[in-house]
């Protein structure tokens, strides 16, 4: 196959690369880190440090950027919840964070409401925990108008709730507000799952604004850090019982000389040995990496991001103007509102072939191209300009074109 510019150290793999224009999907390999980021991850690698030392500064800066009390560097959104969960159940006591996943005789249930139920709760059940589907989500059925109630939260929780698991979205019901008062009143902590609500980057602090005790985010997606990065934030306690069922301790407790702004050692009557969140290990890197990405993330801003996506949405749009069988719009979608997309409808009959046909012709061909599938039974192929490459936008029209004709 034709290598593309920059790809050398996949051909020398022999990995073909791919256009990603699905979103920062984790197997597409996320998104195109920006130089400046990739730059600061290599120099990390050159250099030892405290790896508690590093996460209480993460801790300093992510403080900043959320409002949180506390932040820490994590191995993904989905390693966040993990802690996050872990957190909830343990407190600050070590004999508990030794025990997890064996949560028997402990707090070892979270609420949560039915239509917020996805795979990456997994992630909150592996410290554990058992989930609580609380609700009647009839909205998405068309036979009604409601979902989950704040009550009907009230009355799920017990002496055995651990947290309530509240996934943010646009969508999202009841009102997270509503949520955390219900939880607060019953001395329940609320953990937000909000992997992919960036942008818009007032939402860093947003949730933490309305009440939430810690949140997590994604690194890998818009805020364009390593793949395998995220960020848990929120009550100090939280994070600390988070820090310590992650961070290696393997260290006499005379010895240990835990910086403030992370860990406060009068509250802990010793050291907990590798905790729960040890398979979700972070590299010194990795930690450089988010913190360089979220400085960058939040200095570009929303408009100029913005408009550095429509202007490849344009490019792709126009690319492919007047192409067979298919009307193509550039979306700013209801519920998406800070990311452009565009939409390639597909005349199924006349083009004598699905949107499913179309997108698999298109990422087996050379290059592959990824579009997102998650409408090809309204007949729509999408294209997101998230994990695009300068130039793809031409490659991605031609494709269409060629299969298209
Ligand atoms: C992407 C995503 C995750 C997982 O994020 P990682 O950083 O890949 O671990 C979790 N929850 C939701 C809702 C997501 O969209």
Redesign the pocket.
């Known amino acids: 196959m034709p290598s593309r510019a920059n790809s050398s150290v996949y051909d020398r793999l022999g990995v073909p690369t791919i256009i990603n224009a699905h979103t920062t999907a ?1 197997r597409l390999s996320g998104g195109i880190m920006r130089t400046e980021v990739a730059d600061a991850m290599r120099e990390a690698t050159q250099w030892n440090v405290d790896m508690a030392t590093l996460e209480a500064r993460a801790s300093e800066l992510i403080a900043g950027h959320t409002g949180a009390e506390a932040g820490y560097v994590t ?7 993990l802690l996050g969960t872990a957190a909830c159940v343990t407190g600050l006591d070590p004999a508990l964070m030794n025990r997890l996943p064996d949560t028997s005789g402990l707090k070892n249930e979270v609420v949560v409401p039915r239509s917020h139920r ?1 795979f ?1 709760d997994h ?1 909150v059940r592996a410290a554990g925990v058992t989930l609580v589907e609380v609700g009647l989500s009839d909205r998405f059925a068309g036979a009604g108008v409601r979902d989950t109630e704040a009550w009907e939260i009230a009355a799920a929780i017990t002496p055995n709730t651990a947290a309530v698991l509240y ?1 943010a ?1 646009p969508e999202a019901r009841p009102p997270l507000a509503e949520v955390v008062a219900v939880a607060h009143a019953a001395g329940v902590p609320v953990l937000v ?1 909000a ?2 609500q960036l942008p818009p980057a007032a939402n860093l602090k947003r949730f933490i604004a309305e009440g939430a005790d810690l949140v ?6 818009a805020i364009g850090g390593p ?4 960020i848990l934030c929120g009550r100090r306690d939280l994070v600390m019982a988070a820090a310590l069922q992650h961070l290696d301790q393997d260290i006499h407790w005379e010895q240990w000389n835990p910086p403030a702004s992370l860990f406060d050692k009068t509250r802990i009557p010793g050291l907990p040995h590798h905790g729960i969140g040890r398979p979700a290990k972070v590299g010194k890197e990795a930690v450089v990496g988010l913190l360089t990405a979220l400085d960058l993330f939040v200095a570009e801003g929303d408009e100029v991001r913005l408009a550095r996506w429509t202007a490849a949405m344009e490019a792709l749009a126009v690319g492919m103007q007047g192409v067979r069988h298919a009307s193509v719009t550039l979306v700013h979608d209801r519920r998406r509102p800070a990311i452009p997309t565009v939409h390639l409808a597909l005349d199924e009959v006349a083009a004598g072939m699905t949107a499913l046909d179309l997108i698999r012709r298109l990422q087996d061909g050379v290059p592959s191209v990824h579009a997102n599938p998650s409408r090809v039974h309204e007949g729509l192929v999408l294209f997101s300009p998230v994990a695009l490459r300068p130039g793809d936008e031409s490659v991605i029209a031609e494709r269409v074109r060629s299969v298209l004709g």
């Open positions: 984790t191995a993904g959104a989905a390693a966040g919840l996805n990456y992630a996934v979205g799952d992997a992919a997590c985010y994604s690194g890998g997606k793949q395998a990065s995220g």
